[in-house]
């Protein structure tokens, strides 16, 4: 059976505890780089992370944007929305369509 | 165009002649999936942007609950609140197979058998924010699962597009007009070497009748 994790500052991702999720508070880099790699070992199916907390490991989670598993998925952290989760979606339209298409 | 460095025999004629075929076909058939990828993708973009909007609105809105839930209550109190939670979700993964590219499929399930038994902590100590900060996540989360799905399937998708394009565009610029052309050159030279062996002929029949008939 799969699970899903948050990671992310504390504050960003209490909540997220209370609704089962695996919560990770972790904001060095090298420390979320190793534990994305460990949940990704360990049938965590989806992997959410605050846009702060996947700035520092955007090459982590690059890594396994071709894989099947896991779907990392950038959330809004309590600072406010950053906007990098929806440009992540222009990338993926620009790279399939050849240019943003997305208004 | 370059042509292709092969020896001018008829059997590498016939030999260039399949491969032109079966390029031509090949190139029919990934510009067909190249169409189709793009048309399911772009229904799936379309949900991934709706989804993501909501999610991300719900999360702020959540957020919001939350600072005011951590500055009205103690960081311990808080953390105690959720430390030990009393849901826990699963996810089932299945599998999808869309023109060859296998995206994921989630199915949720929860530990106790009510999903909305959220809240882990008792209300006597714990700030109103905080409920509602958490049961505006508990809403979202089946939207935030489906999100990595198709977020997912949206990344493995457009991978495969790129791919496919690129093949496509390797065998219409590069591969087909390369045989077309090196097809031509052989023909030509064939039937150049041809003629020049009906001259050469026609010569030597000539020469042979000039000396048996004493011509001069």
Known sequence: MYKAAVIGDSASVSGFAALGLSV???????????????????????????????????????????????????????????????????????????????? | MARLNVNPTRMELSKLKKKLTSARRGHKLLKDKRDELMRQFMILIKENRQLRSEVEAAISEANRYMAVAGSVMQREVLETALMLPKQEVELEVGEKNVMSVYIPEFKTKYRSGDANDIYSYGMAFTSIDLDGAVSALSAILPKMIRLAEVEKACQLMADEIEKTRRRVNALEHIMIPDYEETIKYITMKLSENERSTTTSLMKVKDMVLKESHKYH
């Open chain 1, 24 to 103: 990770f508070r972790e904001t060095e880099p090298e420390k979320i780089n190793k534990l994305i790699s460990r949940l990704a070992a360990n049938d965590f199916a989806v992997i959410y992370i605050t846009e702060p907390a996947a700035a520092l490991v955007r090459d982590t989670i690059n890594k396994y944007r071709s894989s099947k598993l896991p779907s990392i998925v950038l959330i809004p952290a309590i600072e406010g929305n950053t906007g990098d989760g929806m440009r992540a979606l222009h990338e993926a339209v620009e790279k399939a369509v050849g240019s943003d298409i997305l208004n």
